[in-house]
T-cell receptor
Framework: RKEVEQDPGPFNVPEGATVAFNCTYS??????FFWYRQDCRKEPKLLMS???SGNEDGRFTAQLNRASQYISLLIRDSKLSDSATYLC??????????????FGAGTRLFVKA | DGGITQSPKYLFRKEGQNVTLSCEQN?????MYWYRQDPGQGLRLIYY???????QKGDIAEGYSVSREKKESFPLTVTSAQKNPTAFYLC?????????????FGSGTQLSVL
């Protein structure tokens, strides 16, 4: 089982739709969680950190469910410019006591007019 | 503006050749990282450095080498021992690796084999 798993998609949605992505992680000792956005052949850019209490930034809402070991990203009122790959990122303690960052393979979103 | 600069944007390697990818940051970050991205896969860590003159192997270090002689610079050499080097390479930095800070990425280098 992968340490961080995402549905690769693609999700094809019309403009204005609401779309949600989930990401599951295997290590219950995971410490911090992020969603990054990556456009084709560009660098990932931080979209949101994910907190236990849930957090919202405009049309984007991120939530963490520690009991079920998943995080989610909800995008409301989708725009054409939201078309991208969304990467789930989990920081967890490594075996040697340090920390390691694990990236999901990403979920592709296409928003069409 | 502060940021991370990677060069070149595209690089071609001949068989048996070593090539070096450049990564420079002016964010005053202590930690720097090199990742490799292949289609359909998550980013995989090649090497990381938490401080000048110190670096550690990541998950896929074989066939790669790095140096960290200056805080601002973390070049990656893809050696001839790396048999499948074609990939998108991303350099990143964070303020302090121990604090699980968010990562800032350079714009990437696409390496292809001739």
């Amino acid at each position: 089982r992968k340490e961080v798993e995402q549905d690769p998609g693609p999700f094809n949605v019309p403009e204005g739709a609401t779309v949600a992505f989930n990401c599951t992680y295997s290590n219950s000792a995971s410490q911090s969680f992020f969603w990054y956005r990556q456009d084709c052949r560009k660098e990932p850019k931080l979209l949101m950190s994910v907190y236990s209490s849930g957090n919202e930034d405009g049309r984007f809402t991120a939530q963490l469910n520690r009991a079920s070991q998943y995080i989610s990203l909800l995008i409301r009122d989708s725009k054409l410019s939201d078309s991208a790959t969304y990467l789930c990122v989990v920081n967890m303690r490594g075996n040697t006591g340090g920390f390691k960052t694990i990236f999901g393979a990403g979920t592709r979103l296409f928003v069409k007019a | 503006d502060g940021g991370i600069t990677q060069s070149p944007k595209y690089l071609f390697r001949k068989e048996g050749q070593n090539v070096t990818l450049s990564c420079e940051q002016n964010l005053n970050h202590d930690a720097m990282y090199w990742y490799r991205q292949d289609p359909g896969q998550g980013l995989r860590l090649i090497y990381y450095s938490q401080i000048v003159n110190d670096f550690q192997k990541g998950d896929i270090a074989e066939g790669y080498s790095v140096s960290r002689e200056k805080k601002e610079s973390f070049p990656l050499t893809v050696t001839s021992a790396q048999k499948n080097p074609t990939a998108f390479y991303l350099c990143a930095s964070s303020k302090d690796r121990g604090r699980l800070d968010k990562l800032f990425f350079g714009s990437g280098t696409q390496l292809s084999v001739l």
